[in-house]
């Protein structure tokens, strides 16, 4: 343990302060990450984590305070794990994600965007309409707690509200306390899932025992009470199934193009909507469809962006893992009056070759929204289509991504397939948290 000052240069991925400590001959030594501490800052710290070539550590005083700290909104920021930037005023969040991603890009896929595009912004707060709360009985406290977990901790974190979830859910985490400390079943509810919809909010109760007569009557009555849906879940997501009240169903609206995409509350969809309407928006002016387009939309899931697309584009083709969310891609279709114009298929896209490309087709655009781990496989199917049949290479491609080290990555190899990367920005999904959401739009060199 030790008990120094050091100057804070710069914000990690994860929204620590980077300082170093000092060599003997006043050379830089040892990079320290210590939590809560901004760039600019002069602190005292004291670690809590050692190894070779770096400490974590937790800030014990601050010396000198940087213009871009502010006063966190929620009173549980300092212990509970949701957040970690509410201590950083917010066009600095989104600033400090954009070094981020240009900092990937060049470090580790060698490429730097022609353009950096200004980032894209929706609300700070009661923005998160899909969570993820976690149960835990406590003995010691004789209390059950419902929240997210604590700062680098697997307990959960005591808190009564939060501020990020929308007003109507975080007044609900006390009620929620109470009623299942007071199930049969207190201490085999782990989890609950949270999901918002047009008018519908949906919890989905994650629990490991049947409910006996009397939590069923104390379950309906808070669900009548707080006008909310309970699902309930016995195994994995594919078990959720409604309970309580039947219907209406979960929904949310892409009004621009006309959507209205229905979704189950374990699905992935995007947790901010507003930032999810914007993004759609955007996604589609970048990658320029026009009318006699055949377009590709990989990592398709429900249809976020087929649909969108299906109203611009002669024809779509979207393509998932899941056979599953392939056919229910399709029964949105179908729901949106857009079947005519899309196709699913299912295909493992983590093992996706040029010669599947080749049997899908000639694609004038392309639009990739893989998950964290990116699109290596895909793209380096597109480095091998440039050498067997150049002609079917898409023209525009625009890439989604939740993970800047892996589009970095993907951006680098694209780049090998003939493709300048000619925009790349951040969107800002998750204020006050260090996850980086971007956007980026390649172009087939002439």
Known sequence: MQDT????????????????????????GKVVFVEGALPGESVSFTTFKKKKNWEMARMTTLHRESSMRVQP???????????????????????????????????I??????????????PTWEYRYRARLSVRHVVKKDTVLVGFHEK?????????SCEILPRHVSDLLLPL?????SLSLYNQIPQIEVAIGEGVTALVLRIMAPLSADDEVKVKAFADQHGIQFWLQTKGPETAAPYYPLGPD????LPEFGIKMPFKPVDFTQVNHYINRVLVAKALRLLDVQPQDRVA???????????????????????????TLSER?????????????????????FLVTAEHLVELGKFDRMLIDPPRDGAAALCEALVELRQTRADLLPRRLVYVSCSPSTLARDAGILVGAGYVLDKAGVVNMFPHTSHVESMAVFNLAS
Not at 113 to 121: A, D, E, F, G, I
Not at 152 to 160: G, N, R, T, W
Not at 177 to 181: T, Y
Not at 250 to 253: D, E, G, R
């Open 177 to 181: 306390r109470a009623l299942i400390g």
């Open 297 to 323: 939309d990989l990592f398709c899931g429900l249809g976020n962006f087929t649909l969108p697309l299906a109203t611009q584009a002669r024809e779509v083709v979207g393509i998932e893992g899941s056979t």
């Open 250 to 253: 979960l929904h949310y609206l």
């Open 73 to 107: 909104k929620c009173p549980h920021f300092n212990m509970c794990g949701g957040c970690s930037m509410q201590h950083l005023e917010p066009t600095a969040q989104v600033a400090i994600k954009q070094r981020v991603l240009e900092d990937n890009l060049w470090h």
């Open 329 to 349: 891609a399709l029964d949105n279709a179908k729901a949106n009056g857009l079947s005519d114009k899309t196709t699913f298929y299912t295909r493992n896209l």
């Open 109 to 122: 896929g060698k490429v730097k965007p022609l353009t950096v595009m200004r980032p894209m912004y929706g």
């Open 5 to 28: 000052i050091l100057e804070i240069k710069s914000l990690s991925m994860d929204a620590n302060g980077v300082g170093h400590l000092e060599n003997e001959d006043g050379s830089q």
């Open 152 to 160: 680098h901790s697997a307990f959960v974190a005591d808190i009564q």
